[in-house]
């Protein structure tokens, strides 16, 4: 790690304390969001969702591109661009970024709000920049000068690597980030830059985006794309991000789920304030409203119930970030109740020291302490039956009788004195306070 890794892991350590939870727009809108579905999905969170601690409002991929109709890009189409070869929101999809404005009048109602306002980016220069070779501010080098033309996203069109080692490429990474602070952004998505493939090459750039962020003035909370990022360099990522994926996209299909719990048994013991792996959206509620991705389109999610409640207890017992992927405005009472359940939160947000605790094929157990002397225990059927899952409380370091608490039910299970055993329906999870 270098030296300027390690004074830069002082500064974003300090703020995303917990794990962040908001609304992100890829799953139900792919690239296509616009600005009156950011403001509605930002109205509903304001009034159903911030009391709970949801408070991240983030537009996906492609906002600069006014053709943008799914989760299918358009390959080598004009985007919008300023003259320091910076993109723009498309004013056609966000109209008060017209004249110059960006996202300024779109952060500013977030805001008012009480919330926080985040954006997608692709790594790299845009590919139309570096082929007109236009200006770069704060440098007297071009966009051609510090292209990495090489370096090519696999699914996208839109950019061009940056070569960190090239003259002006510091630069025209301040530039960008100091007009994301100016817009008043919060949260940052930075794509096709953390999976294990090519993180080594991509790391260069991952540094100058971290100095970028120091210097703006504003903390922005950094969030690196798609994974699996390595879990090898983990002290890399600890001290570069606030966020990492550890998975490729995450969509409603059990498979996916099941994977999880082997990528949480190897992240869980990097879990600490300021650094967040991440297992990706929560493709609840309705999704795909013009996304194909995940192998469907509009559609409810298709994970059952008892899935829906795995995943929201892995992410929240782990403490993954929670970035839910549905038009929130189409919640039903069930969607919206494992959103708002303040005790589930409440270990989300507030807990520590999780980890696995034992998994006997497909019976699986975690646990998580908190400051209060509370001690969470998740218990979780990933098998393709109904089955007993337990565990003791000696398992849990516990050697005193607890009572408990079921938190999806918000029922007393009364004293234990010995274990915790259960029936468990397939694919469910039960997630219990001993107190």
Wanted: charged share 25%.
């Amino acid at each position: 790690m270098s030296n300027g890794s390690q004074l830069n892991n002082k500064n974003h350590r300090t703020f995303a304390q917990t794990p962040p939870m908001g609304w992100n727009s890829w799953d139900c809108y792919g690239a296509a969001v616009k600005e009156e579905e950011v403001r509605a999905n930002a109205d509903y969170m304001a009034q159903h969702l911030k009391e709970y601690g949801w408070d991240y409002v983030v537009v996906d991929i492609q906002w600069y591109e006014p053709g943008a109709n799914s989760s299918l890009y358009r390959p080598f189409v004009p985007l919008e661009m300023d003259e320091y070869s910076r993109l723009m929101p498309a004013a056609n999809r966000f109209p008060s970024a017209a004249n110059g404005n960006g996202f300024k009048e779109l952060a500013k109602y977030v805001h008012d709000l009480g919330l926080k306002f985040g954006i997608h980016i692709m790594r790299g220069i845009p590919r139309q920049a570096v082929h007109a070779n236009t200006a770069l501010l704060g440098t007297n080098v071009r966009a051609r000068d510090i292209a990495h033309p090489n370096s090519i996203c696999p699914w996208n069109t839109d950019m061009y690597g940056v070569d960190a080692s090239k003259e002006g490429a510091q630069e025209y990474y301040d530039s960008l980030f100091q007009m994301y602070a100016e817009w008043g952004v919060d949260f940052i998505k930075v794509d096709d830059i953390a999976a294990s493939r090519l993180y080594h090459v991509h790391l260069p750039e991952i540094e100058l985006i971290r100095k970028a962020i120091d210097k703006c003035g504003r903390d922005i909370v950094l969030s690196l794309s798609p994974g699996p990022a390595p879990v090898e360099h983990a002290e890399e990522l600890k001290a570069n991000a606030n966020m990492w994926r550890m998975t490729d996209d995450f969509w409603d299909k059990w498979e996916l789920l099941h994977d999880m719990f082997d990528r949480c048994e190897r992240w869980y013991s990097h879990v600490q304030p300021g650094n967040w792996p991440d297992c990706d959206m929560l493709p609840l509620g309705h999704i795909g409203i013009r996304s194909v991705d995940g192998g469907g389109s509009d559609r409810w999610t298709r994970f059952t119930k008892d899935e829906q409640v795995t995943m929201m207890t892995l992410w929240s017992i782990f403490r993954s970030p929670l970035m839910f992927g549905g038009e929130l405005r189409d919640n039903d009472e069930w969607t919206l109740s494992l959103l708002t359940n303040a005790e589930v939160l409440s270990m989300h947000q507030n807990s520590h020291s999780a980890k696995l605790v034992s998994r006997q094929d497909d019976k699986i157990v975690w646990m998580a302490n908190d400051d209060n002397g509370n001690t969470y225990v998740a218990l979780f059927n990933a098998s393709e039956e109904e089955t007993s899952v337990s565990v003791t409380l000696d398992e849990l370091g516990l050697t005193s009788a607890m009572n408990a608490r079921d938190l999806w039910k918000g029922e007393e299970v009364g004293l234990i004195n010995d274990k915790i055993e259960q029936t468990i329906p397939v694919h469910g999870a039960m997630l219990f306070k001993l107190y």
